[in-house]
Structures are given as structure tokens and as C-alpha cells.
């Protein structure tokens, strides 16, 4: 089984200051483990991604996130925040394609970022 | 590469009538998915196809609900006697063969309103 929590259901980051946000995972098999970006009434967007590859991982948009097996998280980072950043973020995780999880995303409850001036 | 498209993008009905939504994944891309996401949580599994074989259906997915996607391009979603707690955005999403087959990618949602 897997689940993922996100730490915070809102946060708020003055312009140019850290965007911290927090996600642990819980899995029984190695996971793959993804950040994605929601603006309103739309879809979403991907903005990062670990594929048991290299454990600090680089999206788009300044943003970034390290893998912590030992914590079991994987929190999302950007140094500066910009006012476009505002928006829900979804931390999800799946199995390896070696297993029956493989392909099914468990999403986190999201974290609503509110950027002030 | 247009993206994943859905229609309609909103829906409003009203209770027991019945609604069908459709995805157009992106082009090659084998494998398809559709979650629900109600509102301040994140999005739910319901179920994928890999080409035109409905793999997996969550129990979320009750007999109301149907899923197709008979020539393993675009996919709908039929919900038969809508209930208000149907009200969601039903999401679609798609994956590549090969190289990065872990990575969704999203259409824009067809947000569902039951009166």
C-alpha cells in the first residue's frame, strides 16, 4: 500500500522569500515519486519527478526536491518565490513498473501556496 | 503534440439524468487513466487502459460508473443516474511507451456540477 502526506494544507511565502513545501510517502516497494503544479480550474501540470536516479531532482520553474529514504519525504524547494507561483501543489507517489502499483498515482491533499507582495 | 484534451470542460446536470465525458490522450500514448478530484483534495484513482483493455478499476469506480476506450485512442466516461455527490472534476491523463512510461500527463478536467 501506498499514501503520501503533505504537511500544510496552506502556506504562505512573501516574494523572493523560500517556498518550502513538505511531503512524506509511505510504500512498500521503492517508489517513484512526483511533484505537480494545479492552477485554478485547470489540470495538472508536472513539475518534477524521482525515478530512483539521481536523489536531487530539478523541475521547472526554479523548482527542486531531494530524496530522503531514511525520512521517507520528498519536500519541494524553489530559493525565490514569484507571485506566478501561487497555485496547489500535489505530492504523488507510484510503485516501479516492476510492480502492481506501477502507472496508479496516490496524491497527497495538495498544499495551496498564497504569495504575498 | 496538441496535449491531453477532455470534453466537455464543465458540465452542469441534474440528479439521476446521465452525463459521458471524453479524453483524447496525447498521440502514442498507450496507456490511459481517469481520477476524480473533489474539491481541496487531491485527485483519486478510478481507472486505466493500456490500449483498449481496462486494466484495473478502483472501488471507487460503483455500477453507475463506465469507462471505454474501444479503439484504444480517446476514452469516455459515462456516469448513469448522477448523484449531487458525483459533483467533481473528473481528470484524464495519459503516459508514453518506453523512455519515461512512469510520467502523466493531464488534460484540463471536466469539472461536473449534479443539481
Known amino acids: 500500500a501506498q499514501s503520501v502526506t503533505q504537511l500544510g494544507s496552506h502556506v504562505s511565502v512573501s516574494e523572493g522569500a523560500l517556498v518550502l513545501l513538505r511531503c512524506n510517502y509511505s510504500s512498500s516497494v521503492p517508489p517513484y515519486l512526483f511533484w505537480y503544479v494545479q492552477y485554478p480550474n485547470q489540470g495538472l501540470q508536472l513539475l518534477l519527478k524521482y525515478t530512483s536516479a539521481a536523489t536531487l531532482v530539478k523541475g521547472i520553474n526554479g523548482f527542486e526536491a531531494e530524496f530522503k529514504k531514511s525520512e521517507t519525504s520528498f519536500h519541494l524547494t524553489k530559493p525565490s518565490a514569484h507571485m506566478s507561483d501561487a497555485a496547489e501543489y500535489f505530492c504523488a507517489v507510484s510503485g516501479e513498473r516492476t510492480t502492481d502499483s506501477w502507472g496508479k498515482l496516490q496524491f497527497g491533499a495538495g498544499t495551496q501556496v498564497v504569495v504575498t507582495p | 503534440d496538441t496535449g491531453v484534451s477532455q470534453d466537455p470542460r464543465h458540465k452542469i446536470t441534474k440528479r439521476g439524468q446521465n452525463v459521458t465525458f471524453r479524453c483524447d490522450p496525447i498521440s502514442e500514448h498507450n496507456r490511459l487513466y481517469w481520477y476524480r478530484q473533489t474539491l481541496g483534495q487531491g485527485p483519486e484513482f478510478l481507472t486505466y487502459f493500456q490500449n483498449e483493455a481496462q486494466l484495473e478499476k478502483s472501488r471507487l469506480l460503483s455500477d453507475r460508473f463506465s469507462a471505454e476506450r474501444p479503439k484504444g485512442s480517446f476514452s469516455t466516461l459515462e456516469i448513469q443516474r448522477t448523484e449531487q455527490g458525483d459533483s467533481a472534476m473528473y481528470l484524464c491523463?495519459?503516459?508514453?511507451?518506453?523512455?519515461?512510461?512512469?510520467?502523466?500527463?493531464f488534460g484540463p478536467g471536466t469539472r461536473l456540477l449534479v443539481l
Open positions: 491523463a495519459s503516459s508514453p511507451t518506453g523512455t519515461g512510461k512512469e510520467t502523466q500527463y
